[in-house]
């Protein structure tokens, strides 16, 4: 019996505007993608490419600009987009969750830990009195984090780095959401503290069984954490595929160039940097989005745009000459 799908994003579409709406930015562009209960499931690509804003479109959260035009949200079959705010706020922290890449963001100075956590809780739960804070303290002990009599006390300020990603965390799941957004979550750690901040990630999934987007830019993360990929280029997937599958015989020539880029740096003389720069989403170029930068691209690429050419059972990529494995 196959798993069941808890996300469906179906032709999402999110532009931002300015300049009374004369200028159009087209971050995220016929965005169609599933997430089934307990997938991990990785975003990448370059900065601008609409990652973050997909997430955000998600949860509803966009700034003031943003503008979710067409498409559908559905989780748990229930489309997210005819939602008011208020009806939103049950769904936020309680059934989706985000942990953002700069966790001083998401914490409040001028509050305890231990308030910032409760203040979830007593949001989307009964919990008050002592059994909130037994609570709190089993989501620090739950990311580790040691002494939680005395950390609930503490200001974020007193807190490492890493300790404060792992609080975020412990505030993301203290409602035991069944989606968990990592937006960049290991971005702002060093290695070590990387690796063990993806363990308890793991480790998580393992005992709660919450399915995992996690966005990054950092292909080492995506071996290591996920099972299915997805590309995004211009606003648009170019590439979708169990993970293992993108690594070893990558589909669209972006999804090449990038991993020949991060993979080089292991040896400088590999290294092949992605020639130029990712496109002005207010002027895209016509055809192909990535064929100011490819090697390959010819007159078609530049006049028409690619349909999406499916290459396998969950794999495909949005190209005119596709690599098949």
């Known amino acids: 019996m196959g798993k069941k799908t808890l996300l469906q994003v ?3 579409t999110t532009y931002f505007f300015a300049f009374a709406r004369t200028r159009i930015v087209k971050a995220v562009d016929n965005v169609s993608f599933e997430v089934n209960i307990g997938d991990r499931l990785a975003l990448i690509g370059e900065s601008g490419c609409g990652k973050s804003t997909v997430a955000a479109s998600i949860l509803r959260v966009l700034p003031p600009s943003g503008e979710t035009v067409s498409g559908k949200i559905l989780f748990e079959g229930e489309d997210l987009l005819p939602k008011s705010n208020k ?10 969750a985000m942990i953002l890449q700069d966790p001083m963001m998401s914490l409040d100075p001028v ?11 007593e949001q989307h739960t009964s919990l008050r009195g002592d059994s909130l804070i037994q609570r709190i303290k089993e989501l620090l002990l739950a990311v580790q984090i040691p002494e939680p009599e005395r950390r609930i006390k503490q200001w974020p300020h007193e807190m490492s780095g890493g300790m404060r990603q792992r609080i975020v965390g412990s505030i993301a799941i203290s409602c035991e959401p069944k989606l968990l957004i990592c937006d960049e979550a290991t971005t702002n750690l060093d290695v070590t503290i990387q690796l063990q901040y993806l363990n308890l990630l793991k480790d998580l999934q393992k005992n709660t069984g919450v399915t995992l987007v996690f966005i990054t830019h950092n292909l080492g993360i995506v071996a290591e954490l996920c099972e299915y990929v997805i590309v995004m280029y211009a606003g648009k997937i170019v590439e979708r595929a169990p993970v293992m599958d993108v690594f070893d015989s990558p589909a669209h020539p972006y999804t090449k160039a990038l991993l020949d880029a991060a993979f080089g740096l292991q040896d400088l003389r590999k290294r092949r940097p992605i020639p130029g720069e990712p496109p002005n989403l207010a002027n895209l170029p016509p055809g192909c989005s990535f064929n100011p930068r490819c090697m390959d691209a010819d007159d078609r690429c530049r006049k028409e745009e690619p349909p999406e050419v499916t290459l396998a059972p969950a794999r495909s990529a949005k190209c005119w000459y596709p690599v098949k494995a």
């Open 10 to 12: 179906v032709g999402l």
């Open 87 to 96: 009806e939103m706020t049950q769904v936020r922290g309680r059934k989706i």
């Open 111 to 121: 509050f305890t830990i231990g308030e910032q956590i409760g203040e979830t809780l």
